[in-house]
């Protein structure tokens, strides 16, 4: 048996270590990946796993994982912020969807408990694939991220509300009492047998001594957690609480997923909230890689080969009606295309939730064995699917919608200044400060709109333009300015722009933003006049600092610092000779810093100190 297990485990992580890398790398995402990994090592495929349910309940821990992480962000405010998303945009979502499947079934003939319990089911999008998604493409703090979230934020809610209302669908259906207790998990727990208003009053005993313990007892167990500065404990320490708090709530009732739920709200004000978000992160995507894996291999391709045409309709018909209505709630919301369009696809899946429900609605009767298998390979289905979607979205679509909006032309440049500035963020802006407060006239060049309103709402010009277009410098005057300053964000656009002015405008004076040495290198190759590193000067004046605050004396630290930047200077330009020769250019560094520890060690024209460090 443990040899079988570590065999197993080793296929999982070998698998996972050869196609995911691969599936990112084509752009198809992480979770795809963990998917086409269960397809092929799952009893449908290679075989190499025969029995996939074994997996499944450790896999589901990481959605319970993650609903705890969920819940730690789940402060007051936020939740107050996004309560028009979450209640309005996610519970129509919900009813809407749950009613039109109900009635698509209908029609084809079934009675509507069944249609009802399946349509509240496939309303439900996979919390998992979807935040995944939004984490990967940095887009969980923009309006479709965060509506998406309240959406999903909403299903997760509404599952235990779907928990409650499946045994009285059950019942009236004629299913058998002890059926639906077993089913519905009143038949486990420590009160299993107790009466109904037993358990509730378990529950909300259980949820305040859980408020009680957040609030006084498990900052002072954090703070004695802490001062030990071991962080193996700590970890330790968090995850005992993520399973701790499941174990209690499955005790009184409640399903495991939702207890970790509330568990993470409970904890959101905790001043310890981000180092266990830090500590649990990493068992969080590993056990959803997992559980995204099971859920491949539970891939029935007999089930999908019986009927092909039927399944896949299925499948796209599901899509594409819960997309239909995401589109028509986002725009009553007030949702641009794009973002309407966006969130619709990201949402437009089943959910692993569904899976734990057609479980349940299965083991009450309400849906026979044929169409339990069919649902649960539609679902998984829809999830391998929307990956691919949202690639393609995002790489076709939203270029071409992009490009039928219409777009900002840049701004008519009506004065003429010998300093051009191209780039005004935090490093143009000081410059720019710095000069005009001295009466200096400078032209402002900035591509990103927003930064542009910002600076005109302080009572600054600047004009909206790309400076990587000769015709946009020549219109600021550059073939009259004596000085260009390259302070955009960008390290290519900075060369291409000092590339183009040294070509095109040779008595025009360049000082360029440098990023790093490297880029100064190229800079200079490129024909900068003057570079300086972005960060240089302030990390000595730092550093210059902390020597004072040790007790060395102000004016010998100015004059070390002096040294040193001059020393440096002179051998990063001395460096460029050999930034194409590694070697040498170690040789040269080694060497260099021995000269500059010299340098500083015999600089005594006043060795004495203020104090002894």
Known sequence: ????????????????????????????????????????????????????????????????????????????????????????????????????????????????????????????????????????????????????????????????FILILLPFLAASLGVPESRIANESGHGHGLLADAPAWMQAGAVVLVLGTMVLAARFILPKLFHAVAKTNLRELFTATSLALVVGTTVLMEMVGVSPALGAFIG????????????????????????????????????????????PLGLMGAVLGLMVLKALILVVLAKIFGFSGEENLGLALGLAQGGEFAFVLFQMI?????????????????????????PLIMELYARYVVPRFVTMLPERQFDAINERNRVIIAGFGRYGQVIGRFLRHQGIGITVLENNPDQIELVRKFGNNAYFGD???????????????????????????????????????????????????????????????????????????????????????SADM???????????????????????????????SKLSAEELERILREDVADPEKVNTP
Request: glycine fraction near 8%; aromatic fraction near 8%.
């Open 1 to 160: 048996m443990e040899s079988k297990l570590l065999i197993n485990i080793f296929i999982f992580l070998a698998a996972a270590c050869v196609v995911v890398p691969l599936a990112s790398r084509f752009k198809l995402g992480s979770v795809l990946g963990y998917l086409i990994v269960g397809v092929l090592i799952g009893p449908f495929a290679l075989g190499l796993i025969d029995q996939p349910e074994r997996i499944m309940g450790f896999a589901e821990f990481g959605v319970i994982m993650m609903l705890f992480l969920i819940g730690l962000e789940l402060e007051p405010d936020t939740l107050w912020r996004l309560r028009r998303s979450i209640v309005g945009l996610g519970g129509l979502q919900v009813v809407v969807t749950s009613v039109a499947i109900m009635l698509v079934g209908m029609a084809m003939g079934h009675d509507w408990q069944t249609t009802l319990a399946v349509g509240m089911a496939l309303s439900l999008s996979s919390t998992a694939l979807v935040m995944q998604m939004l984490q990967e493409k940095k887009l969980l703090h923009t309006n479709v991220g965060q509506s998406s979230f309240s959406v999903l934020l909403f299903q997760d809610i509404a599952v235990i």
């Open 467 to 553: 400076a990587t277009r000769l015709d946009l410098l020549r219109s600021a005057g550059a073939a009259d300015a004596k000085i260009l300053v390259v302070a955009v964000d960008g390290p290519d656009d900075a060369l291409a722009i000092v590339r183009m002015a040294k070509q095109s405008f040779p008595n025009l004076k360049i000082y360029a933003r440098a990023r790093n040495r490297r880029h100064a290198y190229e800079l200079d190759k490129a024909g900068a006049d003057h570079f300086r590193r972005e960060t240089f000067e302030s990390s000595l004046n730092m550093a210059r600092e902390v020597m004072i605050a040790l007790g060395f004396k």
């Open 558 to 588: 100015e004059r070390k610092a002096k040294k040193f930047m001059a020393h440096d200077v002179m051998t990063l330009k001395k460096s460029f000779e050999f930034f194409d020769n590694e070697p040498e250019l170690v040789n040269m």
């Open 264 to 307: 993470g709200v409970i904890l959101a004000n905790s001043e310890y909230k981000r180092t266990i978000e830090t500590d649990i992160e990493p068992f969080k995507g590993l056990l959803l890689g997992l559980f995204f894996i099971t859920v491949g291999m539970g891939m029935n391709f007999d089930v999908l080969l019986e009927n």
């Open 362 to 386: 299965y083991g009450l009767r309400v849906i026979d064995g044929e169409m339990y298998r069919s649902l649960m390979l539609i679902v998984t289905i829809s999830i391998a699917l929307t």
